[in-house]
């Protein structure tokens, strides 16, 4: 359990202590962007790696609760939501993505998923571990989507405070037009929903990669699906 802690600690600092802190721009500024996304690419695989072996090789023998059928069913009814948003998010595009800054200016950058939220990979990810929670209960599987959560969750807002820095006057208007909670902009009146703008394409092929990841499960994350 050690070994996780260390792990989800290593993930999380380096996720919310460089790419989102004044570390970045002091490490941007001796290496350069490239090297510099390169190396903070490369340092996220690692740590992402770290943290999975360490929860496979994590002991399961404290349980908080024991999972039951309903549990399960939580998690099958809402994944096909973090796999629409995280098709969604990484095919289109985004102000808020590495390099896509002047898209800001564009009058018609908010479309599609961005009317749902302007971090739409990010809740992906929150989604995702947060729907595995429930049929999840020992410890060590709770700190690893603990880990998981608190990066996506916080680095929605870390991101929006960057952005709004490095923006200046463009980015009151492009947050006023989208939000950060989904469809909360659209329940406030300042957008509104367009399912045809997410694109059938990228919808079809948001809820294939949810079924195969639903046949494959067991050799995917080495737990069969309980139903």
Same mark, same amino acid.
């Given at each position: %359990? ?24 002091? %490490? ?50 809402? %994944? ?148």
């Amino acid at each position: %359990m050690t070994e996780l802690l260390i792990a989800a600690a290593l993930w999380i600092a380096t996720h919310l202590g460089i790419s989102s802190s004044g570390l970045r721009g002091w %490490m941007t500024a001796r290496l350069g962007e490239g090297a510099y996304l390169g190396a903070y690419s490369l340092l996220a695989v690692a740590t992402l790696t770290f943290l999975i072996l360490a929860w496979v090789d994590a002991p399961r023998d404290i349980w908080l609760w024991y999972p039951a059928p309903w549990q399960t069913w939580f998690a099958l009814l809402l %994944m096909p939501f973090a796999f629409l948003l995280l098709i969604t998010g990484l095919l289109g595009p985004n102000p808020t993505s590495v390099g896509q800054e002047g898209r800001l200016a564009d009058p018609d950058t908010v479309r599609g998923v961005l009317r749902i939220t302007r971090h739409p990979v990010q809740w992906a990810f929150l989604l995702w571990a947060v729907a595995h929670v429930p049929p999840n209960g020992d410890l060590a599987t709770l700190i690893f989507l603990a880990a998981i959560a608190l990066v996506a969750g916080a680095g929605t807002l870390l991101i929006d405070r960057k952005k709004a820095l490095q923006a200046g006057e463009a980015w009151p208007a492009f947050a006023a037009a989208t939000s950060n909670l989904p469809f909360a902009a659209i329940a406030a009146g300042r957008n509104r929903f367009a399912v045809r703008e997410l694109g059938i394409g990228k919808v079809l092929l948001g809820l294939l990669l949810y079924a195969v990841v639903i046949a494959s499960h067991r050799w995917v994350a080495g737990v069969p699906i309980a139903i």
